[in-house]
Structures are given as C-alpha cells and as structure tokens.
C-alpha cells in the first residue's frame, strides 16, 4: 500500500512543501501540499521529479577510499580512518592552515549543512576559508554588513503587499527566487499585477519574468550600478526622496548627493545604452509608488561592480522611504534565529581582517574568494593548501577556470568530499562520504527562513527511514569533526551536538539580557526533546528563538517585540490573499508568542505561520553608530571606479549566464526527468549580431575569452539584446573518473572555462560571471 510522507523540497530557495508518494522505500511520487501553511500545494517540475532524483542509480551509496590511485568502495569505518591518519597529521606538520575548506550551494539546503560547519571550521582553525557566496550574494552581505552593521540583515521584497517592484538581474519565474523565498513567485508576480501593481524588469535579457513585466528595460549587462545611481541621483536632484522616520535612523544622507553628483541620467545613459528619459521616468515612477520594493539578484551581484550596485538597491529604498516598512522591504524574523535585541550601538562590520595569502584578497565574512582557490594550492610556500575538505561543491563546473582547478586538486596531498555524486570535483578526492537520498533526511531551513517573504515554520523528519549502510548527513558530518580533531576514536557523533549545545547554553545562560541569565546550562540542556542530536540542537534554537518557549521561562519585557500574537490581525492585511490568510491566521492562533519548542513545531506537519513581515528598525542595526551608516568609507572609496567606467569604451560582446526552471547549478543534469528540451547548455545569440557574425541557428561557433575558449552550438534568438550573449552555467560534464551516466550523454560545455579568475568585484571577491567581454566566431 502507497503511503504519504512531508518533505519541505531542497532544490530551490523556495522551500516548497511536497506530499511524496511512497511505495516500500521508493518514492514514487511528490505533489504539492496544499496544506503547508507557506507554499500552499505550489510545486515546480524540479519538485516534481524529487522520486527520479531519489533514485538516481548514480548515487554513491558507500563511502569511496582511494587506494593505489583508485576510488574505491569502503566502509565507513575505512573512510574515517583513512581521514584521521591524515587530517590531524597534516595540520601537525604543515599548520593549520594547508588545510583548506569549500562549501558549495546544498549546504544551505540542508540541516547538515547549516549545524555542523562551522564546528568543523573551528576544530580546523584554518582561515582558508571559500564558499559558493563569492559567486553569488556576498556583494548583498557586505552592502548590508556596511549599511546596517550585520551582514545577514538582509530586507526582502514584501511581495505580497507591494504597490511597485523594480527588478533587477533576476528571473525569479525560472529560479524561483532567491534571497526573497517566496514560494509560487510568479503566481505572486501576477497576483501584484492583477491588484494594480506595477512589475519593472531590468534583464539584458527578455526573461520569463520580464514578460510578465509592465515594463522591461534591457541594459548592457555590468551597468545596473550605473543606473542605480541615476535614479538615486534623480530622486536627489528633482527632491523626490520621502525617508520618513529613516532620514532619523540614518548617517550620511546629507552627503549623498555629493557622492553621486556625477552620475546624471544623461551621464550614464550612453553605458547603460539606456534613454536618459527612461532612466527619469522610472525615478519618477519609483518615487509616486504609494509603496515599492527594489530587488537585485545574481545579475546585479555578480558583476564589476556587484557591490555598489547592491548598496545602491538599498539606497534607493531608503531615499524612498520603502525600507523596513509594509509593502517596501522588511527583515524576516525567522524562528530559529537570535532573538531580537534592543536597540544601540553594535561591533559593526569590518572587511579585510587578514587577507589571502597569494594575491592578497581582502577576507570578507570570513571568506575569501573562490575565484581564489587554485592559486592557493599551487603557489608554493608557507600556508599551501595541502588538504581540502570540499562539501556539497563542485568549484570545477562552477568556478571560475574549471580546468587550472582540476589541475590543482589533482596534485592535492588529501582531498574530502561529502557528496552524493562521484562528480567533476569529488573524482579528485581521497575520500567521498555520501550523504543518503534526500526523502532519507529531515528537514528545516536555517538560512531561508531568514530571507522569507513572510515569517513561517516548517519541520519534516525523513520520510523513509535510513537503510542499514547509509548514513544521515547530520551524522557524517559529526563524524567528520571528530575525525579531523583526532577525537575519533574515543568520542561518538553525539557528543559534537552535546558539546554544541552546552556552549550555546553557557553563553545564554552567562548573558545578563537573556531570560535565561543564572539558570543551570545543564539542567535546560536535560530538558531538550528529539530523537536525536541534530533535533536537539533544533529544539534549542526553537526554544531560545524569537518566539520560543525560552524553556517556559520567558519573562514579559521581551513581548512586545515577539509577534506571533499579533500574526491573527496582520494576517488580514495581505491583500490579494483572502483565503490563504483565513487559514493562516487560524494555524498562527494555536501557536503564540512565546510557546514554540520542537515539540510543538512537531504537532503543526505542515508547519506554523507567524505573520507577514513586520518593521525591524531599529533593532537589526549593529553597526557602531547605532544607525544606518549611508555612505560608509568602503563605499565612499570604490564609488571613483564607478564614475571612471563612464569613460571605458563598452565591448563589443558581452556574455550573460541564464538559468533554466528544470536545472539547479551543476547537479541535476543527471536526473532523466529534468534534462532535454529548452534545457540546453546552447550560446543565444541576438538575430543581428549573428547577422553580423556570421552565424546560423543551430550551427556552432568558437567563443573566446581571457580564461579559454569553447565551442558551442549556437542559438539564435532576439530574447537576449545585441551586443549580448547567453550561456547556461553548470555544465560541462565530460572528464573521465565522473560516474554521471546521463549527464555525460550530454555533457555541455562549461561556461566558467571562459573566466580565469581575475575579474572579481574588489569589494566583496564575488567572481565576475555576467558582463565579461567576450570573442565570437563561426565554426564550420
Ligand atoms: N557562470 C556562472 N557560474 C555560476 C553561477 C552563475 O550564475 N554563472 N552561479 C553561481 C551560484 S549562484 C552558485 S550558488 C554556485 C553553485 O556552485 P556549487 O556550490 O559548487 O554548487 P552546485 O553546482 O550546486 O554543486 C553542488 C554539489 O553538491 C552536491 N550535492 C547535492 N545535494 C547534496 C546534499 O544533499 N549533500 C551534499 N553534501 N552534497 C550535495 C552535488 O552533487 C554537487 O557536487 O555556482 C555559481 N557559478
Ligand atoms: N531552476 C533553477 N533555479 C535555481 C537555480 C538553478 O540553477 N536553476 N539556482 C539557484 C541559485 S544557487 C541561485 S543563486 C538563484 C539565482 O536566482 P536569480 O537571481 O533569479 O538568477 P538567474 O535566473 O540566473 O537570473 C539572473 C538574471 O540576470 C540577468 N543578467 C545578467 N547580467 C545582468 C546585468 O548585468 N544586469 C542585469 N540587470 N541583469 C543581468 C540574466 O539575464 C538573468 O536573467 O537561483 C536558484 N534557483
Ligand atoms: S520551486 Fe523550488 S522548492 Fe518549490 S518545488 Fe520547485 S525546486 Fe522545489
Ligand atoms: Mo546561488
């Protein structure tokens, strides 16, 4: 007999809710859950493909050793201590810094990923640090580390209230969003346009999203900087700027005027290839907005001038008025989250506390660039990277000069990786522990809930059970930590979680602000519920978070800023929403402020919702003015580089990389399901400039740029603009030592092949992807 199982979907930053199908062990189907209190039975084909991607007969289902140069299959017991024989001898002999770390994209889409990194980075002690964030958002983390003194505050679009969205570099119809976890975004797009509102793309490109648009605007690609600044410049000189209470809130905003004195609409009209007239009207526009939200994404992060024009979106909300109020941009107060703290000055936020050793990246949140790793194991010397730990990554597809890395990790003395595939990255390892089918994890998301367009929480614990063999990701990360700190063999993966636990208790319970302050760490610790570590850590999280139980000890001065109570009332405010809000409110009502423990998460399957957004001001600040700092120094310093671009001659091609609804990044090319059709790794090419080239629909052309060249077969089509072209990411699945039997009949090319690393946003290290210039030529 089928049964049915809940599995929140990891595949997207959506967070939908699936109902899967499941017969014996095999998931044989997966819906949308009508009842999940967020996502309301909306589900994408990727979701939908969730059993095909469970099944895969390409998933490792043992760890793999490597022995005389071969990968071989292992026991667990064999890979771990192949890992303490090596790790802790490295870092003995070589320090703690020839062991470097890489964390890919999945880490966020897994508890694993969320609980256990940053143990395993401080039993390392290495600073050789790199993330899939410098290919991606850093350039939003450090905007916001500047502005608000916190990284990680970062406001999302009130979608669902919204009067005017002005977005940029994003395709949200295709990704389904991202640092703004909406699920159904383009039902919610629609759903603004139907009530009146106003949607306005910015997309060299003619997307899915800018074809629901009212208007779409087509840059040269690299120039959303540029025309962030005219517009801000614009609100500024015709005196449309409303900050409201936030001109109170803020330092600088008197000087910024003078800051963007030269970038005029005329001004940057010509780089931006973009009607002065246009760039005022929508100024105009933005300003009449009763209320609007400004949202960039990939498109204006990873890019020259990636940061700027992240602080710029949020400089233009602000100049508005639109920040951190209903229908603007608010910050989420996500459940596992720290409580909210009063108001008042904070650390702030630094960049550049030490710096990479080859080139001298500035560190930024810890991290320092990706683009930067090969030269960090190839460059002889002090501090080498002789041993990685790679989890959840595959830098060799979707890193900058894929080839230079495969070179380096290939004459690495020790490589790891966690990681369900045998991939163009993880065939380099000496060891490859593979997490199990994902319907074999539970699952909560710790980073999404913090940039969710509403406050919700959601739990699903695995849907089938783990089969002997197999091990939870949770756990095999646990291992790891002890393997590396040589603690493998005297202590279990519990105590990892059991340590975790007690250091967070000793703080909460030394801090003279927490409701906890005094009370024995031991005694809350006894009286955590799960059935295991990783629950427990989340039972405490729950407890300790914004609307947590506090373990029944909550004292009232902290109420007013706990807002599940008020969710019923606010709830009625979403317009466009009736009956979702009915509902809604009715599942906010069981849970209030102050109640939530795991335990209760556990009695609301399809989770708990806690309201719309709500105004955060001024208690997410934390820089050390106590304010928010407008123009900081940082800034202040990379705006000449701005202005000296309006002199640079544009190239003549540029290249732009698109992502496709049925694909994810590097890894789901290998699911039957999701492959084929419209989801091909093709070069798009506008009409005039294959006119011009030379080139025919369907042929295949050489492209070249400072990283390599490749060549690829050509697509015809006027929804890029001229002098733009367009290659997926994520592909290129054709070295030997890949076990990816689908994936490599169609192997594509890899599009980072054409980057050599170099073009970086200097800010935040963030890779140049989009708006490199690029050479075109026909192939017979
Ligand atoms: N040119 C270009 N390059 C890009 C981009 C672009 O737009 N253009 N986008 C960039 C962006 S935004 C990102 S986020 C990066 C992503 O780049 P990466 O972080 O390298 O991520 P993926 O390509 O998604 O590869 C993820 C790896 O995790 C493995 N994996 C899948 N599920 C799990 C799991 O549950 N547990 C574990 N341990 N492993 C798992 C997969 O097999 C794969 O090896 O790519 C970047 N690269
Ligand atoms: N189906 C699917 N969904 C995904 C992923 C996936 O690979 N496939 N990846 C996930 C990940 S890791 C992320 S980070 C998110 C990303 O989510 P999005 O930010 O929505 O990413 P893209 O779909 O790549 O959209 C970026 C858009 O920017 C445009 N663009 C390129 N250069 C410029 C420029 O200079 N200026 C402007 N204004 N636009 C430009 C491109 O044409 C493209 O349409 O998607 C996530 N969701
Ligand atoms: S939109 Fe994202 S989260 Fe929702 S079903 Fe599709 S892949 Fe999964
Ligand atoms: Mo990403």
Not at 1 to 14: H, K, N, V, Y
Not at 135 to 151: A, I, R, W
Not at 256 to 267: C, I, M, Y
Not at 673 to 687: E, I
Request: proline share 9%; net charge negative; with cysteine.
């Amino acid at each position: 007999m089928p049964r049915t199982a809940l599995r929140i979907c990891p595949l997207c930053e959506a967070t939908c809710g699936l109902t899967l199908t499941i017969e014996g062990t095999a998931v044989t189907g997966a819906r949308g859950d009508r009842d999940d209190v967020f996502s309301r039975g909306f589900i994408c084909p990727k979701g939908a493909a969730f059993g095909g991607l469970d099944a895969d007969p390409d998933r490792l289902r043992t760890p793999l050793v490597r022995r005389d140069g071969r990968l071989q299959e292992a026991t667990w017991a064999e890979a771990y201590d192949a890992i303490a024989d090596a790790v802790p001898a490295l870092v003995q002999e070589h320090g703690a810094q020839s062991v470097g770390v890489v964390l890919g994209n999945p880490n966020v889409h897994t508890m694993a990923g969320a609980l256990y990194p940053p143990l395993l980075l401080k039993a390392l002690g290495t600073r050789n640090l790199f993330t899939a964030s410098t290919l991606d958002q850093m350039p939003k983390h450090v905007s916001s580390g500047l502005l608000f003194g916190d990284p990680f505050a970062i406001a999302v679009p009130d979608l669902d209230r919204t009067d005017f969205l002005l977005l940029l570099g994003a395709n949200p119809v295709e990704s389904n969003g991202s640092l703004c976890t909406a699920p159904d975004f383009p039902g919610r797009l629609k759903a603004l346009r139907a009530r009146g509102g106003t949607l306005v793309v910015v997309d060299p490109r003619r997307t899915r999203t800018a074809r629901l648009a009212d208007r779409h605007l087509a840059p040269r690609p690299g120039s959303d900087a540029l025309l962030l600044a005219a517009l801000a410049h614009t609100l500024l000189d015709e005196k449309l700027t409303a900050p409201g209470v936030l001109a109170e809130q803020s330092e600088g905003l008197g000087e910024l005027a003078a800051a963007l004195g030269s970038f005029t609409p005329e001004a940057v009209a010509p780089a931006c290839d973009l009607p002065a007239a246009e760039i005022r009207a929508l100024a105009r526009e933005l300003a009449a907005a009763p209320t609007a939200a400004v949202y960039g994404r990939i498109g204006s992060c990873t890019v020259e001038h990636g940061t700027l024009a992240s602080w710029l979106v949020d400089v233009l909300n602000i100049l508005t008025g639109n920040l951190d109020r209903p229908g603007g941009v608010l910050f989420p107060l996500p459940a596992a989250g720290p409580r909210p703290r009063p108001a008042g000055p904070g650390k702030g936020f630094a960049l550049g506390r030490w710096h990479s050793r080859v080139s001298g990246h500035p560190e930024v949140k810890s991290e320092l660039p990706t683009a930067a790793l090969a030269e960090e194991i190839e460059t002889p010397g002090e501090g080498r990277i002789r041993a990685l730990i790679a989890i959840a990554a595959n830098p060799v597809l979707s890193a900058p000069d894929g080839r230079r890395l495969d070179a380096a990790l290939a004459g690495l003395d020790f490589m790891v990786s966690i990681d369900p595939y045998l991939n163009e990255t993880s065939r380099h390892a000496h060891v490859v522990l593979p997490p199990p089918p994902p319907s074999r994890s539970a699952h909560f998301d710790f980073a999404f809930n913090a940039f969710a367009i509403r406050d919700q929480v959601r739990y699903t614990r695995p849907a089938v059970p783990l089969e002997a063999g197999l091990m939870d990701e949770c756990e095999i990360h646990a291992r790891l930590v002890l393997a590396v700190s040589g603690m493998h063999g005297s202590a279990g993966p519990a105590a990892v979680d059991d340590l975790a636990v007690q250091a967070t208790l000793a703080k909460e319970t030394a801090d003279p602000r927490s409701p906890l302050h005094g009370k024995d760490p031991a005694q809350l610790a006894g009286l955590l519920t799960g059935r295991s570590g990783p629950e427990r850590r989340l039972d405490l999280m729950l407890r300790l978070g914004p609307y947590g139980d506090q373990f029944g000890l909550a004292v009232a001065d902290e109420a007013d800023t706990a807002p599940g109570a008020e969710a019923e009332a606010d709830a009625d405010a979403v317009p466009g929403a009736g009956e979702r809000t009915a509902a809604a409110g009715t599942r906010a009502g069981a849970v209030v402020a102050g109640e939530l423990s795991l335990e209760r998460l556990l009695a609301h399957p399809h989770g708990i919702d806690l309201g719309p957004l709500r105004p955060r001001l001024p208690g997410v600040l934390r820089t050390r003015s106590g304010r928010i700092e407008l123009l900081p120094d940082p800034i202040v310093a990379e705006l000449p580089r701005l202005r000296a671009s309006l002199a640079d001659r544009p190239a003549a091609l540029v290249l732009v990389g698109r992502r496709h609804l049925r694909s994810n990044n590097s890894w789901l090319h290998n699911v039957p399901a999701l492959v084929g059709g419209s989801n091909r790794c093709t070069l798009q090419v506008h009409p005039q400039d294959a006119d011009r080239l030379g080139l025919a629909d369907g042929g295949r052309a050489r492209i070249t740029a400072d990283g390599g060249s490749l060549d690829v077969p050509v697509e015809v089509t006027d929804t890029v603009r001229t002098g733009v072209v367009s290659l997926p990411h994520g592909w290129g699945h054709d070295r030997a030592g890949a076990r990816l039997s689908v994936a490599s009949a169609e192997p594509g090319a890899n599009v980072n092949q054409l980057l050599d690393g170099t073009r970086l946003d200097p800010l935040s290290g963030t890779a140049v992807l989009n708006g490199f210039p690029v050479e075109l030529t026909p192939l017979p």
